[in-house]
C-alpha cells in the first residue's frame, strides 16, 4: 500500500503553519550591502489569509519577534502553531509514542504568553504543513520574482499590500473562497484575543561556566558560583536582566545595562580571590581609609614607594591582612612601618605577629639615618624580611 496523504480540515482560528524560504538577497540600509534574506509565512489553516515578512536571520529573537508582529496584524492568535523543524522552534523533533518534541525554552515562554499551543511537523513529513510550504511558494514566485538587491523596508512594504489586495483576494483553488473575505467574516473572531500584557522578549541559551567563573552571552560575560566552572548553564536573556540557572535552581542574576565587559559578583569567586580582580589604586585607597586615616595614608606611601614598579599587589596584601584585626592595632601598625619606612607586607606582618605594634615609637622625631636618603630607598630590614618569604596573592 503506498503513501497516503490524509487532508485535514481545520475550525476557524484553530491552526495556523509558520515556515521560512530562501528570499535571495536583498538591500540591507544599516550595512549598505544586499544580504542574504528569509521570507517567515504565517498560513491561517481555515481561511488560508496569511503574514508575510522578510528578513535577515533566523535567530531566535527574529523568530519570536515575527510571531509577535504577525499575531498583531492578524488581530489574534490561533490556538494551534505548527512549526517546521527550525533550530528557532525545535532543537530535537520526535514523534510517536517514544517521545515527544523538545521546544525551545524561548518559543516555550512566547507560547505560554499568547496562549497557544505548539505542535512541530515530523520529521521528514513536508506534507503536513502543506498550506504554508504553498504559502512561501507562492510569494517567491508571485512577488519576490525580479526584487532582487532591493531595499528590504520597501520589500516588507509592497509584501503587506501584496498579501491584502492581491493574495488574499485570489479565489483560493483548494477553498473556492477568497482569503481575505473568509478571515474577516469567519475566523477573525474565532481567534484568541491579543494579551493586554506586552510579551517582553526572553531568549534562553546554554553556555559552558569558564575557568574564570563566567559565561559569555552577546560580547558581555556574567559570573557564576565558582563551584560552576566547566559546567552547562542555562541563560534566561531579556532586554534588561540575565538570570543563570544549573539544574533548573537559578544561581545568579545580572543587570545587562552594564558599561563594562564584565558583571561580576564577587559572592561567585573562591574566598580570598574576589578582592584581587579590583586593580585600581582609587579602590585600594578607599578600602584603606574604611580601615582608619592611619592606615590610608600609609596605603597611599607604599603606592608611591617605588616610582617603576607598581605596588598594587603589596597594597592588597596589606589591606586585607589589616582588615583581620582591630583599628586601633591596625592602625598602629600603618603608623610603626611608616616611621620606619617599611612598605612591605612582611613587615607589616612582623609588627603585628611580634607585637611591635603595642609598643610606643622612639620619642625622637629624628629619623633613622637612611630616611634622609633618596626618596624611595628602601631600609635593608624589608629586604632581609623580603628574602624571608613573601606571602603574596
Request: aromatic letters at 10%; zero cysteines.
Amino acid at each position: 500500500m503506498g503513501h497516503v496523504a490524509i487532508p485535514v480540515d481545520t475550525e476557524a482560528g484553530e491552526v495556523a503553519q509558520v515556515d521560512f524560504g530562501y528570499a535571495g538577497k536583498l538591500w540591507d540600509p544599516v550595512v549598505k550591502m544586499p544580504r542574504k534574506a528569509w521570507v517567515f509565512v504565517m498560513v491561517l489553516g481555515y481561511s488560508r489569509h496569511q503574514y508575510s515578512e522578510v528578513v535577515f536571520d533566523q535567530r531566535t529573537v527574529t523568530w519570536l519577534a515575527l510571531h509577535q508582529r504577525a499575531f498583531a496584524r492578524l488581530g489574534g492568535v490561533p490556538r494551534v502553531i505548527v512549526p517546521d523543524n527550525l533550530k528557532a522552534a525545535v532543537i530535537r523533533a520526535a514523534f510517536g509514542v517514544s517521545g515527544l518534541p523538545e521546544l525551545n525554552r524561548s518559543y516555550r515562554e512566547l507560547a505560554r504568553h499568547y496562549g497557544f499551543r505548539v505542535d512541530p511537523t515530523p520529521p521528514r513529513s513536508p506534507e503536513k504543513k502543506g498550506k504554508v510550504e504553498s504559502g512561501v511558494k507562492d510569494v517567491k514566485n508571485n512577488f519576490l520574482r525580479g526584487r532582487q538587491d532591493q531595499d528590504i523596508a520597501e520589500v516588507n512594504r509592497e509584501l503587506d499590500r501584496w498579501v491584502q489586495e492581491i493574495a488574499g483576494n485570489r479565489v483560493h483553488g483548494t477553498t473556492g473562497r477568497r482569503p481575505v473575505e473568509v478571515f474577516l467574516a469567519e475566523e477573525l473572531v474565532a481567534l484568541l484575543p491579543l494579551p493586554q500584557k506586552r510579551f517582553e522578549p526572553v531568549v534562553w541559551k546554554q553556555a559552558t561556566v569558564h575557568a574564570d567563573s563566567h559565561v559569555h552571552f552577546e560580547r558581555r560575560l556574567y559570573s557564576v558560583p565558582w563551584r560552576l566552572i566547566n559546567r552547562e548553564v542555562w541563560l534566561r536573556a531579556t532586554q534588561n536582566s540575565i538570570a543563570i540557572y544549573a539544574d533548573d535552581e537559578r544561581v545568579a542574576t545580572h543587570s545587562r545595562n552594564g558599561k563594562n565587559q564584565r558583571s561580576t559578583n564577587d559572592d561567585h569567586l573562591p574566598t580570598g580571590r574576589a578582592d584581587l580582580r579590583h586593580r585600581s589604586r582609587s579602590y585600594w585607597e578607599e578600602r584603606a581609609e574604611r580601615i582608619s586615616a592611619d592606615v590610608g595614608a600609609f596605603v597611599r606611601e607604599v603606592f608611591d614607594s617605588d616610582d617603576v614598579l607598581l605596588q598594587l599587589r603589596a597594597v592588597q596584601a596589606i589591606v586585607t591582612y589589616l582588615e583581620k584585626f582591630s583599628e586601633a592595632r591596625a592602625s598602629a601598625a600603618a603608623r610603626r612601618a611608616s616611621f620606619y619606612g617599611s612598605y612591605s607586607y612582611q613587615a607589616i606582618k612582623n609588627i603585628l605577629v611580634r607585637a611591635l605594634d603595642l609598643e610606643p615609637l622612639p620619642t625622637s622625631k629624628a629619623k633613622p639615618t637612611w630616611a634622609d636618603g633618596p626618596r624611595f630607598a628602601r631600609d635593608i630590614s624589608s629586604l632581609f624580611d623580603a628574602e624571608a618569604g613573601h606571602e603574596r596573592h
